[in-house]
């Protein structure tokens, strides 16, 4: 048995089970690294035995995770070239789930996050049972996958829900309709789909996306995401701060000084009452008399001096919430938007910058950057959650929440 140069614990302390499936590990992620390389160049860059070697590529190779295509280039001194070993990420397949309003969207992808499929249906109309609901969920990822035969079996899904997510225990928490509370959803999923299900709130699906396209942000990173409320996520070590109960991110909710406007959540002078899209729209239309544009560059684009104030009004609100969580948080980088309602959004995004700039801590804001990001991210982080749930040997490098 070898183990690695980058054994995870020290070799007395592993089991023959924990051995193993280091070196599984170390030659999975050498070939997903390097591309095709020949059982002596993994040797080589695993520093395991070649009997090992060719034990474990056996293993992979039975489970479809390696196939043998092409050979090196023999030496110039003669020998027989190597026969090329490649890691076939289409091998297992993740399910990216998405509830919006009431259409479900599901994306399959293979274990490098490469989209393979994707479509966008009506949910189940909304009844007493949420199971119903759940079940749509999966008749839409087993169809998806039924009509791709050529790809390997499901191995995971993440399931992005509006509201509040107890992620540990994979609850959907918010009251949805009457009755629906603290609802199992990932349970329910993954008992009718037979793989690891995770659930996620849209706003942190958004913020791991972009960290899966910037790892080195992931450090210390937050988001501040308007849509039809405000949210936000936060990482901090590495990590997705999820809470005692799942709500971590409640910017939407934090409450204003000297603002009275009532909030859906029954409260007065929430964020959300004066930066939520609902209020931006209902405040153009009222400015104006026509009907609001769907987005917030529609908004911008209309020239309207009344209008332009009050979105740098919000902007400054908005600005002031976030500069508390920059100060408690501390992080690194703040994105803005990840949602289709702010893309595009240039004036808004460079007032918010430029005002949580000012209001934060100065050694917080020193060297803070603010960057806009765009709708695509939040399936990209559910297929980086989905990802995470894949055995330890074929998860990516980044975790963000495993």
């Not at 899209?277 to 209309?302: K, N, S, V």
């Amino acid at each position: 048995m070898d183990v690695p140069a980058a054994a995870p614990r020290p070799a007395e302390r592993m089991s023959t089970a924990d051995i193993r499936e280091a070196n599984v590990a170390a030659v999975c992620g050498a070939l997903r690294d390097h591309g095709g390389l020949t059982r002596a160049q993994l040797g080589r860059l695993t520093g395991l035995t070649r009997p090992t070697v060719m034990a474990v590529v056996r293993q992979l190779a039975a489970e479809g995770l390696v196939v043998e295509e092409g050979q090196l280039k023999a030496a110039a001194g003669g020998g027989r070239p190597g026969t090329l070993l490649h890691f076939r990420p289409r091998a297992r397949v993740v399910s990216a789930v998405r509830l919006r309003s009431a259409r479900v969207e599901v994306t399959l992808a293979d274990m490098a996050g490469n989209v393979l499929a994707h479509s966008l249906a009506p949910a189940a109309p909304e009844r007493d049972d949420w199971r119903e609901l759940v079940a749509s969920f999966a008749e839409r990822v087993t169809a998806l996958r039924d009509t791709h035969p050529d790809l390997g079996p499901l191995a995971a899904v993440a399931l992005t829900l509006p509201g509040s997510i107890d992620r540990a225990r994979g609850r959907w928490t918010v009251v949805r309709s009457e009755g629906w509370s603290d609802l199992p959803a990932a349970d329910e999923l993954a008992g009718m789909l037979g793989v690891p299900v995770a659930v996620v709130n849209v706003v942190a699906a958004t913020l791991i996306g972009r960290l899966a396209q910037e790892p080195a942000a992931a450090d210390s990173a937050a988001l501040v995401y308007v849509g039809h409320g405000v949210g936000s996520a936060a990482t901090v070590g590495g990590r997705l701060i999820d809470g005692a109960t799942g709500s971590a991110g409640e910017l939407g909710h934090c409450v204003l000084p000297g603002v009275d406007a009532l909030c859906r959540c029954g409260r007065r002078g929430c964020v959300e009452s004066v930066a939520s899209a609902p209020h931006l729209r209902a405040e153009f239309e009222r400015i104006t008399g026509r009907p609001a544009p769907p987005t917030l560059a529609g908004m911008e684009a209309c020239g309207d001096a009344a209008v332009l104030g009050m979105l740098d009004l919000a902007a400054h609100r908005l600005a002031l919430a976030a500069s508390w969580q920059v100060n408690v948080v501390n992080p690194a980088v703040v994105y803005f938007g990840g949602n289709v309602f702010t893309d595009g959004g240039t004036r808004f995004f460079e007032r918010f910058a430029e005002e949580l700039r000012a209001l934060a801590y100065r050694p917080n804001a020193a060297g803070l950057a603010v960057r806009p990001l765009s709708s695509e991210a939040t399936v990209r982080g559910a297929i980086q959650v989905a990802s995470e749930l894949l055995p330890s040997f074929l998860r990516p490098a980044l975790r963000v929440v495993c």
